[in-house]
């Protein structure tokens, strides 16, 4: 057994334990109330920098959660990896349904990961991969071995959009000078096939409000001569597909770039099967824009959905009213082309547009961001595919993800560096969800693959 594998095995429970420590943390970025925690987990990944020894360790302050920062330089004519991760979490609602406090990590078997996997919120996104990279750091400062400086990056925003990153990123450009930028906190194929991410998709999310009548009317004295609404509202939402499911706003595929033949046929001999993907959540059909493949819908192809809808009485039982209001919230993902903030106006002009004069309409913007995709031929992604190599025993495919990560086309424009995703994740590991997991073996798996990467592209780099 070589000496990083070793490293982990004897260590494999204290890595575990503080893990678990982090994770116990309910770092929520969205809920005011978790202020404090997300605080206290910022606190905690710096004392991990710390313990290590890296230089100019902080916790950088912006208008909202911080930024914790820490690096190790040792030698200018080496290359410098930027770690990039979150310790930021998702709210865990509806938390009915989980089978544990969230926020109690414990183990357990799964059909997929009968090694046991880690539950609990952030285990996989991102605490748990974020976690691979300062333990695969403690591996090579342990054993004397950095072979490339190194500077860590890690933000409490992600899950909300990451507006004060960017900030700090544009204010920050020479502090954060990189050949290259790592991240883990997206997928993999399965536990035996890796892959490495090239592209994520872009955000626009965006609100809509309709107002009718001035108060809440009694729905039978008033139904059936007013406009409600939400049937308003619902009838707007249908339309914006059209029946072969194409997004009908205006312009809305005006830029986007198309896949030649022979790309979608490579992105297609990628293992995916439909009968997993379908009974992995409960359907029996999938659905999507006509003339594309499941494989392409997730990943290729933009994508509008109403995440949230929600006016009148939703409470036990009946009451009889017709709504003064009606409200959405909805996303698209956005692919290589579109331009976030035009589609922000594409969508609000739309909606402006079909709205009837019988409501006043109000659309606000959320956050957004840009897709990206990651060139194949640097030495970045041959470097990372050599590691997987080492540990899976097999040449990872790319693949493209249907998730955002809007910072990382801000890296590149303000950084000009590429940024490789090495993500140890699976699809059925319920990020964002109830019982979100993080296989054990990923988990371990995830630091060796990480720690090897630093060799390979130090020799890469330099050759
Ligand atoms: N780690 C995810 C993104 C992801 C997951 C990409 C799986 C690819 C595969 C990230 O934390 C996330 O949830 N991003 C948000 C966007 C953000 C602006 C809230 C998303 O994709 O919804
Ligand atoms: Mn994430
Ligand atoms: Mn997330």
Redesign the pocket.
């Known amino acids: 057994m070589d000496k990083i594998k070793n490293y982990i095995d004897t260590n494999k429970d204290r890595f575990l334990d503080e893990l678990f420590e982090l994770i116990k943390i309910p770092s929520v970025s969205a809920q005011k109330e978790h202020d404090s925690d997300v605080r206290k987990a910022a606190e905690l990944i710096k004392n991990h920098l710390l313990k290590l020894n890296l230089d100019n360790c902080e916790i950088c302050e912006t208008q909202g959660h911080p930024i914790v920062y820490g690096e190790k330089i040792i030698d200018k004519n080496l290359p410098t990896i930027l770690v990039y991760g979150?310790y930021d979490v998702q709210p865990v609602d509806p938390i009915e349904l989980w089978d544990q406090d969230p926020f109690k990590p414990y183990i357990k078997n799964t059909k997929i990961h009968p090694e046991g996997a880690i539950f609990g919120r952030g285990a996989c996104?991102?605490k748990g991969q974020m976690f691979m990279h300062i333990k695969a750091l403690e591996i090579m400062m342990h054993q004397n071995n950095l072979p490339c400086n190194v500077k860590f990056m890690i933000e409490g925003e992600?899950?909300?959009?990451?507006d004060n990153l960017e900030l700090f990123v544009k204010n920050n450009k020479e502090k954060l000078a990189n050949d290259i930028i790592l991240v883990s906190?997206?997928?993999m194929i399965s536990k035996t096939i890796p892959s490495i991410?090239t592209g994520?998709r872009g955000?626009s999310y965006m609100e809509v409000e309709l107002t009718g009548p001035n108060r809440d009317l009694h729905s039978g004295h008033y139904g059936g001569t007013v406009a409600n609404p939400i049937n308003v509202l619902s009838k707007m939402i249908n339309s914006l597909h059209d029946s072969n499911n194409k997004i009908t706003i205006p312009g809305f595929y005006d830029n986007v770039i198309e896949m030649s033949s022979d790309e979608r046929k490579e992105l297609n001999k990628a293992p995916f099967n439909i009968n997993e993907f379908k009974e992995s959540i409960g359907l029996k059909l999938e659905d999507g824009e006509l003339g594309y493949t499941t494989s392409e819908r997730q990943s290729i192809r933009p994508a509008l959905d109403v995440n949230g809808i929600w006016g009148g009485y939703t409470e036990e039982g009946a009451k009889t009213v017709l709504p003064s209001k009606a409200s959405a919230k909805i996303s698209m993902r956005l692919v290589p082309g579109q331009n976030w903030k035009r589609i922000n106006k594409l969508f609000t002009e739309h909606i402006l547009n079909i709205a009837p004069e019988t409501v006043s309409v109000k659309v606000t913007e959320h956050?957004g961001?840009q897709p990206y995709v990651a060139p194949t031929n640097t030495i970045g992604f041959k470097a990372a595919s050599m590691a997987y190599k080492d540990v899976f025993n097999l040449n990872p495919i790319p693949t493209r993800?249907?998730?955002?990560?809007?910072i990382i086309a801000l890296f590149e424009q303000e950084l000009d560096s590429k940024t490789i995703l090495m993500?140890f994740?699976l699809d059925t590991d319920a990020?964002?969800s109830p019982n979100e997991h993080f296989g054990v073996s990923n988990f371990f798996n995830g630091i060796e693959t990480i720690t090897k990467f630093y060799f390979h592209f130090e020799k890469l780099f330099n050759d």
């Open positions: 979150h996104d991102d992600e899950e909300v959009g990451s906190d997206t997928g991410t994520l955000l956050h961001g993800d249907g998730g955002s990560i809007p993500g994740g990020i964002h």
